[in-house]
């Protein structure tokens, strides 16, 4: 406490009082001398010694200890740490570091480890597990692992990065059981023209090596946007893959008969073949169809100028096993007219199980009441027309397609206006499940429908699961006796399990009779229904949102 004196120019000058802060600081620094009294005047400016910093002492006053995914500093409570100097943030990052490195360095195996390695576990350590758990499992348990996340992942990368973990897991990702089904992309961009640059030379290289040495039970291989060394790729895996069963080229370019055909000698298993969106020649799907025709059982396409002659190869027989033809028109709608020989198709392909041709134009070649039916599809069981143009598909085009086809289960004419619901009811298809009539930005140039529902929702409602009748202009008293066929004695049990009746003339009755008749119902859609409240047009996915519909409707009923 300072003294003060009467007269104002007689003041002592004593030692200053310590605050509070350094009072506390000074706690925590037992080793320190007390510092002398300095005198109160103007304050001085101290100079900066050089070579006042002192390298640390070899004990430090923290340990690192290094978690599954952090670092944990965890301080020395043994003895209580010297004050350190004031270091810059740079250094003491350094200086951080620098210990991270020295702990991994020395570290040693601890007891668990150590026990693990001779064959027992220490009591006081019996619930931990040391790091090295990937070396002590069994190849075939983890062969196992692999296959299980290859099924949900692919092969690639995984294998590639799991190879690099240790000798083990290298083993295990050479097993050629788990290189079956494997999915490309170009890890390189695609350049038109040039030659192939370093990084493309090294990675050619790794696939020429990774064919003959991973791939010897290869089943499925698929390529994605490959614009070059599509024939490369396809002259390595025609030596070295015998058991392949399926090849896939989505969006690939350069895709010749010399690299295509070789494959069906090469490779007698392959009976899958998808080559949707991909630039080529008419002469290599030709030549291929007629080299491997008689084993090839599913073929999918994109419509291109050369699609009349390929439809013509498959109608004169080179593919008398083909189970399945799917063609459409890619990303690019397509205006073009192109004419199907109906019959002449039915007699090349008897075995044909699904037919799809999406948003097609296309006519058949004969036409007319007078032409003679041909044999028909007697193993037919899915027909998909459905377009978003124009379309020529009538009655009588859709009864030359099915007139024998008693186990048709799935029949897709979304946007084929011309049909009526008589003719419907008269195809000899017995026990479809799945009907799709919704028109959905179609172009419709005649007057739609307005009654006649009834006809073959009575049909088909004992086995009728999936039913789409978007857009369709029936009127709310036909709706409400077609529906009916579903809250019927006759139907108690309904299979309806979804139901789209977007942009109808359904009413407020018909709908929760529908509902409480159908226990299976999990989807409903009622988006833009005039006659309908709002608040409640919208779809409804689960039993649950469809039970809260019944329950609003019933509310405002």
């Avoid at 350049?191 to 050619?204: A, D, F, M, Q, Y």
């Avoid at 013509?312 to 799917?326: F, K, T, V």
């Amino acid at each position: 406490m300072e003294e003060v004196s009467g007269n104002a120019g007689n003041r002592m000058a004593l030692p200053p009082q310590e605050d509070s802060s350094s009072s506390q600081q000074s706690r925590f620094r037992p080793n320190e001398r007390s510092r002398p009294s300095v005198p109160v005047g103007p304050p001085q400016k101290k100079k900066k010694r050089k070579g006042s910093w002192r390298r640390p002492s070899a004990r430090v006053a923290y340990h690192i200890h290094e978690a599954e995914d952090m670092l944990l500093i965890v301080p020395n409570l043994e003895e209580p740490a010297r004050r350190a100097h004031r270091k810059k943030a740079s250094h003491l990052r350094k200086l951080a570091r620098r210990e991270v490195r020295q702990s991994r360095q020395m570290e040693t195996p601890n007891s668990a480890d150590l026990s693990l390695v001779q064959g027992r576990q220490s009591p006081q350590d019996s619930t931990t597990s040391g790091p090295g758990w990937g070396d002590h499992i069994p190849l075939e348990i983890l062969v196992q692992i692999f296959q299980v996340l290859v099924a949900s992942d692919g092969a690639v990368p995984f294998l590639c990065r799991a190879a690099q973990v240790c000798r083990l897991w290298y083993d295990a990702a050479s097993h050629s059981m788990l290189w079956q089904k494997v999915s490309l992309a170009p890890p390189w961009p695609s350049r038109s023209k040039g030659p192939p640059s370093k990084v493309e030379k090294r990675i050619l290289s790794s696939l020429e090596w990774l064919v003959p040495n991973r791939f010897s039970l290869l089943r499925e291989l698929s390529l994605f946007n490959w614009k070059n060394y599509v024939p490369l790729m396809l002259k390595a895996v025609s030596e070295s893959c015998p058991h392949l069963t399926s090849l896939k080229l989505s969006h690939c370019q350069s895709v010749t008969a010399e690299a295509l055909v070789p494959l069906s000698r090469a490779c007698p298993q392959l009976d899958s073949l998808n080559l949707q969106n991909c630039q080529m020649v008419s002469a290599a799907v030709v030549g291929f169809l007629e080299a491997a025709g008689k084993q090839l059982r599913q073929l999918w396409l994109s419509y291109s100028s050369q699609m009349t002659s390929i439809i013509s190869s498959l109608s004169n027989g080179c593919c008398p096993q083909l189970q399945l033809l799917e063609v459409d028109t890619g990303m690019k709608p397509n205006s073009q007219h192109f004419r199907i020989h109906i019959e002449a198709l039915q007699a090349g392909c008897p075995q044909l199980q699904v037919l799809r041709l999406l948003n097609l134009v296309w006519s058949p070649k004969v036409g007319g009441r007078g032409v003679p039916l041909g044999p028909g599809f007697p193993e037919l069981q899915e027909l998909c027309l459905a377009t978003s143009t124009i379309t020529y598909v009538s009655d009588e085009i859709l009864h030359r397609l099915l007139h024998a086809s008693p186990h048709l289960r799935v029949l897709d004419l979304r946007g084929c206006g011309l049909l009526t619901p008589a003719g419907l009811a008269s195809l000899p298809c017995p026990d479809l499940e799945q009907l799709h009539l919704g028109l959905y930005g179609s172009v419709i140039w005649v007057a739609l429908p307005k009654e006649g529902s009834p006809l073959f929702t009575w049909k088909w409602h004992h086995t009728l699961q999936e039913l789409d009748l978007n857009g369709q202009c029936y009127h709310e008293e036909d709706l409400r006796r077609a529906l009916a066929a579903f809250s019927s004695t006759e139907s108690r049990h309904s299979p309806l399990r979804s139901l789209s009746l977007k942009g109808t003339q359904v009413t407020v009755a018909t709908i929760s009779s529908v509902i409480s008749s159908c226990p299976a119902l999990s989807y409903l859609n009622l988006s833009s229904c005039r006659y309908l409240p709002r608040g409640l047009k919208r779809a409804y996915r689960g039993q649950a949102e469809i039970q809260w519909c019944l329950d609003q409707l019933l509310t405002a009923t």
